[in-house]
T-cell receptor, first 111, second 114 residues
Framework: GQNIDQPTEMTATEGAIVQINCTYQ??????LFWYQQHAGEAPTFLSY????GLEEKGRFSSFLSRSKGYSYLLLKELQMKDSASYLC????????????FGAGTTVTVRA | GAGVSQSPSNKVTEKGKDVELRCDPI?????LYWYRQSLGQGLEFLIY????????KSGLPSDRFSAERTGGSVSTLTIQRTQQEDSAVYLC????????????FGSGTRLTVV
């Protein structure tokens, strides 16, 4: 199985940068996903990493190091609407159709 | 439809009653998943359907839980003799084939067992 750890909560100021770390242990890594979930809403896809390195998509970037079992999601130029839960999920090739999720990191953006 | 639709959005039931939760996936998505999200917990895998293959039921927590998918489209998750620990948000997701890349989630059903 997978052990996926991410911080429970983070708080940042509007306009600032926040980095959400995710560490994982898996027997057959096959991709890491980040989802955003606003309260009471469906999780929505943010990013996907399968190779080492940084993937940039507008204000959001995601980084992966497979050797370290580590990823981070970087949110730049924070806006109030970025207040949400951010879910890290890992796909394992042994079970490549099921994503295993971390408990999520609740980010609160303050004015 | 345009997205994954789940109903009801909220359900309050008495302990011991049976409940049915419905998921209508995106048209053409062959894979359908049920997850459970409890407060402070990660999404917990429950069951997976892929086309006409036998479903993967390995995540169902007890035999009180069952699910079916009719005609490769709509799915129903049934919980019999509900218990308070069943209270959670039940999320359905669909995707094309097994890639997992294109998971689209529904907004979930919030189940409260009193």
């Amino acid at each position: 199985g997978q052990n996926i750890d991410q911080p429970t909560e983070m708080t940042a100021t509007e306009g600032a940068i926040v980095q959400i770390n995710c560490t994982y242990q898996t027997s057959g890594f096959n991709g890491l996903f980040w989802y955003q979930q606003h309260a009471g809403e469906a999780p929505t896809f943010l990013s996907y990493n399968v190779l080492d390195g940084l993937e940039e998509k507008g204000r959001f970037s995601s980084f992966l190091s497979r050797s370290k079992g580590y990823s981070y999601l970087l949110l730049k130029e924070l806006q109030m609407k970025d207040s949400a839960s951010y879910l890290c999920a890992v796909r394992d090739w042994l079970n490549d159709y099921k994503l295993s999720f971390g408990a999520g990191t609740t980010v609160t953006v303050r004015a | 439809g345009a997205g994954v639709s789940q109903s009801p959005s909220n359900k309050v039931t008495e302990k011991g009653k049976d409940v049915e939760l419905r998921c209508d996936p995106i048209s053409g998505h062959t894979a359908l998943y049920w997850y459970r999200q409890s407060l402070g917990q990660g999404l917990e895998f429950l069951i997976y359907f892929q086309g006409n293959s036998a479903p993967d039921k390995s995540g169902l927590p007890s035999d009180r839980f069952s699910a079916e998918r009719t005609g490769g489209s709509v799915s129903t998750l049934t919980i019999q003799r509900t218990q308070q620990e069943d209270s959670a948000v039940y999320l359905c997701a669909s995707s094309t084939d097994r890639d997992g890349y294109g998971y689209t989630f529904g907004s979930g059903t919030r189940l409260t067992v009193v």
